[in-house]
């Protein structure tokens, strides 16, 4: 029997560009968490923060729809409180700070990203390009999670957003 070895989309990957960086982050263990109809409080005190309203985090909880949140880290035993899947493997998280951050997206995501539209402790779903998006963002920048299988395509339009803003800072 083969030993399967977990690997990382990007191979944790980084890249910086007119003093912005783009890099791959391990966020560890990833979960689904889907309370139970009337279960949502519950759901949320045994998980030590309260279920994310619409659009916000929540501690380790970050709002991805309706009665849904993903959990950053292993859950507790949620059984008669949520339904939980695993998403370790079927996401890729890339993480955006630094002054371009924002031009950078402003290019790629249908949404003002700009700190008084978007100010720290948001998350919203959306497209990146053409792709499914996750965004967050915290006071030091973005959390953008896509699709492992679209985890390539969305560094090459990141990365192909950050070129271009370095070209217009060297003019």
């Known amino acids: 029997m083969p030993d399967l070895i977990a690997k990382s989309a990007l191979g944790g990957r980084t890249l910086t560009l007119a003093a912005t960086t783009l890099a791959e982050v391990d966020l560890g263990p990833l979960t689904s968490i889907a309370p139970l109809p009337g279960r949502t409080e519950a759901a949320g005190a045994a998980l030590g923060h309260s279920f994310p309203a ?8 970050i709002w991805t729809g309706r009665d849904q949140a993903f959990l950053l880290g292993t ?3 949620l059984t008669g409180l949520a339904a939980c899947t695993d998403q370790t493997g079927g996401w890729t998280a890339l993480r955006l700070t630094g002054p371009h951050a924002e031009a950078a ?40 999670l896509v699709f492992r299988s679209m985890a390539e395509t969305a560094w090459h ?6 070129h271009a803003l370095a070209a217009r800072d060297s003019l």
């Open 54 to 61: 619409p659009n916000t985090i929540s501690g380790p909880l």
């Open 75 to 77: 859950p507790p035993d």
């Open 105 to 144: 997206l402003a290019r790629l995501v249908p949404l003002d990203v700009r700190s008084a539209r978007f100010p720290p402790g948001r998350c919203v779903r959306t497209a990146l390009n053409h792709m499914a998006a996750i965004l967050t963002r915290d006071a030091a920048g973005f959390g953008i």
């Open 157 to 162: 339009e990141l990365e192909t957003a950050l």
